[in-house]
């Protein structure tokens, strides 16, 4: 069973940039070919926000009113799969979620949808 | 601003059927598949609809999707105290390349 786990700060500085690791268990990135691996966030009481997407060979996408300030990387040694924002604001105040994908790169939907937890991360002076 | 657009809130009495919306546009729900996710108080959203109509295994039958144009319904019946929850709706955008959402519907069980 796929369990995800984001790690990081829970608050950072303004102008500052965030780093967040999600380390997967229960299996492997390199064994989940057909998937990209998500970062998702949700500012407290409000809605989600796609942030972007890797796949295990590195390409990404990224939603384009953050691309800016993205970067997504992947480590399938490591099981692991990383977001940073830089230029933080106070907007970007949210819980971050990582989950699998359960859109194929083919396209197809299916019914295998994993999130972790989340982490909430404050951006305050 | 959400780039789906859902009513902020809706409410039932148990036993009851209530319907939650979501529209979008051509580029997302008028052309890719739409999803809903379930969100209790302090947890990760959870898949409750996939591809307009497929629920995951584990899912009641009571939860129901459909879409047509550029607008979705999940359906709710015999409605529960423990559907009380935030439900988004999701789908693919073509133009973005990535997910969009809506905005959320509180769902309140009076």
């Known amino acids: 069973h796929l369990q995800l786990q984001e790690s990081g700060p829970g608050l950072v500085k303004p102008s500052e940039t965030l780093s967040l690791t999600c380390t997967v268990s229960?299996?492997?990135?390199?064994?989940?070919?057909?998937?990209?691996w998500v970062w998702i966030r949700q500012p407290p009481g409000k809605g989600l926000e796609w942030v972007g997407s890797v796949y295990y060979s590195g390409s990404t996408y990224y939603n384009p009113s953050l691309k800016s300030r993205v970067t997504i990387s992947i480590d399938p040694s490591r099981n692991q799969f990383s977001l940073k924002l830089s230029s933080m604001t106070a907007a970007d105040t949210a819980v971050y979620y990582c989950?699998?994908?359960?859109?194929?790169?083919?396209?197809?939907?299916?019914?295998?949808?994993?999130w972790g937890q989340g982490t909430l991360v404050t951006v305050s002076s | 601003q959400s780039v789906l657009t859902q009513t902020p809130s809706a409410s039932g009495t148990p036993g009851q059927r209530v319907t939650i919306s979501c529209s979008g546009s051509?580029?997302?729900?008028?052309?890719?598949?739409v999803n809903w996710f379930q969100q209790l108080p302090g947890t990760a959203p959870t898949l409750l609809i996939y591809n307009n109509d497929e629920r995951p295994s584990g899912v009641p039958d009571r939860f129901s999707g459909s879409k047509s144009g550029t607008s979705a319904s999940l359906a709710i019946s015999g409605l529960q105290s423990e559907d009380e929850a935030h439900y988004y709706c999701?789908?693919?955008?073509?133009?973005?390349?990535?997910?969009?959402f809506g905005g959320g519907t509180k769902l309140t069980v009076l």
């Open positions: 989950a699998r994908d359960f859109r194929t790169i083919s396209a197809v939907l299916t019914p295998q949808n994993y």
């Open positions: 999701a789908a693919w955008d073509n133009s973005l390349n990535g997910w969009v």
């Open positions: 051509s580029s997302n729900i008028g052309s890719t598949a």
């Open positions: 229960g299996d492997s990135i390199s064994r989940n070919p057909s998937y990209y």
